[in-house]
Structures are given as structure tokens and as C-alpha cells.
């Protein structure tokens, strides 16, 4: 498989970048998830100018538009990093990135919850480092997280499957993207959209049945942006049970009352949460192997990521 580009604050990968000259190396990030994707750095205080070590920076003033100040002399590299930021967006652009892991709580890649403190010292919790915020902004479909929640599991399954939903998206689009295969696209996904939000399912269903009324890139633009928005919704337990239901609906004819009994005992036990979403989705591909099911084997909610990353092992 060819690896995914994924950008990646560069401290992350153990490249010795902080302020205080070392760096945050994180073995999931390079030993697990790096057999899956190819990494593109960026250190946004290095490549700006600045030295390694060096003063560290903190957030200050109005949470929704703060500055960028060194700690101890106060110099305000605000404008300074705006800049470049907008020049490095224009060369990672060209990367055809379909994900970015950020380092949690820094001023400059910092993307929730970065402390921004009021002239009087007191932090909130509120701020957005300032490349992180600009590449939200530019960049607003790519799936972004930062290490801490990384290693939450369902943001993790959730960011990863992102990840690989917005990288068939690309392929799709470098195809030519014509009608039919955004119909197999949606398609192929129908489930996986309902297990993070059927209000969203609705709405993708409709405006694929009425596409042939949209110009082609209105369409295209609508229906991708509509599908990342839904998908960064949690499939939580019970959302992930009605697709279980729906799914075993399927196999009503072929499977005798036992089997039924079974599978309705295994969904039964993950939604209480004694046991991971993986049992009842490997009892259904066991069906969907069996008994052939056309429909059932091209959903990319069966398979959403690769099997070996265990993602839905702790979710
Ligand atoms: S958090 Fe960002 S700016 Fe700081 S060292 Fe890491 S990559 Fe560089």
C-alpha cells in the first residue's frame, strides 16, 4: 500500500526542535501509524528563524486573535509567524496532505486549547497555536488532531478513519470524479456515514439523488465538505449499535434462530460496553464472507483502516 502523506509538527518525530532543544518523540506516532503514512515536518518556530534553544513563546490578549510573545523579553513574533505560515501553506498545498498530527498546546502548532494569558498573567484554555490555526483555516477539510488526544482511542479511530475516507476522496477526484463514481463512492460509504451520523446520511443521500441538478464543481464541493463535517462526529456505541441492527438485517433469511440469538447477544453485549466494536463487526464480515453479500462487502464501515492498527480493538 502506498503510505499517506500526513504533515507532522517535528518535534513529534524526535527531531530536537523545542525551545529547550529537545524533542516530544512519540513511538506510536513513528513505529505504529508510520507503516501506514509518509511523513511531511514542519517545525513552525525553526523554520520561521528561530535558533534552537531558544526563549520560549506563550500566547497573550484576546483568545480569538492573540499574540505571539517570548516569554521573559516580550518579543512579539505575531506578524512574523503570520507570514511565513501563509507562505508554508501555499508549499504544503503542493503536498496533497490528507491529515496533519499537531503537537497539543503549543503557541505556534498548538490547534485546541493552547493557554492564552491576559496582560494580568492568568491563562484561559482557549487558544490556537498560530500555524495551527492557519492551517485550520486554509485548509479546512484536512483531518487534524494533536498528539494528546491522539491517544484518546475514539478520537484516534476517528481521525484515522478520516484520514483514509479523505484519501479515497483524492484518488477519487484525480479519476476524474464523474457521476457515477461519486454514486459508488457514496455508496461504499453509506454505513460508515451513518455510524457517525445519520442526520448527515440523510442529507449526503439526498444531494447525490438530486446531482444531476448541480454544476459539477458545486456538487463535488458540497457533498465533500458535508461528508468531513459528519464524519468528525464520534460514532459513539449507540450509533454504532443501530448499524449493527441494520446490518444484520441483511442476513434475516440466512440465518437460523441460533445464529440470530448469537449475533443479537454479541451486539447486545457491545452496546452495554463489555466488549469492543471489533466482535460484532468480525462476526458480520464472517456473514458477509458466507453468505456473499454483494452490498454488504464494498462498505468501508466493515473495513475503514487497516485491521493491524486495532483501532476498533479499544473503542
Ligand atoms: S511544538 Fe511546533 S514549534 Fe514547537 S518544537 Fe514542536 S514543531 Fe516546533
Sequence with gaps: ?????????SCLLG???????????????????????????V???????????REGMRLVGDPASPRLLTIRTGVDHTEGMLKWSEKKLKVLEREELCGFIFK?????????????????????????????GAFMRTFPLIPVIDEGRLHNPALRENFIERVFVYKRWKEFIER?????????FHTEHKLLILSHSPKHFSDLGRLVARAREYNSDALLSEYIGKLMRGLQLIATV?????????????FKRHLS?????????????????LIPLIVP??????????????YLKRQYYLNPHPIELMLRNHV
Design 15 to 41: 527531531e530536537k526542535v523545542r525551545y529547550d532543544g529537545g524533542h516530544k518523540l512519540d513511538q506510536y506516532i513513528t513505529e505504529t501509524l508510520g507503516r501506514y503514512f509518509a511523513w511531511v515536518p
Design 104 to 132: 497539543s498546546r503549543s503557541p505556534s502548532s498548538g490547534i485546541a486549547g493552547v493557554r492564552v494569558y491576559t496582560p494580568s498573567g492568568m491563562p484561559s484554555h482557549k487558544g490556537v497555536g498560530i500555524f495551527g
Design 238 to 250: 449507540k450509533k454504532n449499535t443501530n448499524v449493527l441492527l441494520h446490518l444484520m438485517g441483511f
Design 257 to 273: 434462530s441460533d445464529e440470530k440469538q448469537e449475533l443479537l447477544e454479541v451486539i447486545e453485549h457491545y452496546h452495554r460496553e
Design 176 to 184: 476524474g470524479a464523474h457521476l457515477r463514481d461519486l454514486i459508488t
Design 281 to 294: 463487526v468480525t462476526l458480520i464480515k464472517h456473514y458477509v464472507r458466507k453468505f456473499d453479500e454483494p
Design 1 to 9: 500500500m502506498e503510505k499517506i502523506k500526513i504533515g507532522i509538527s
Design 43 to 53: 517545525c513552525p518556530e525553526v523554520e520561521y528563524g528561530l535558533p534552537v534553544p
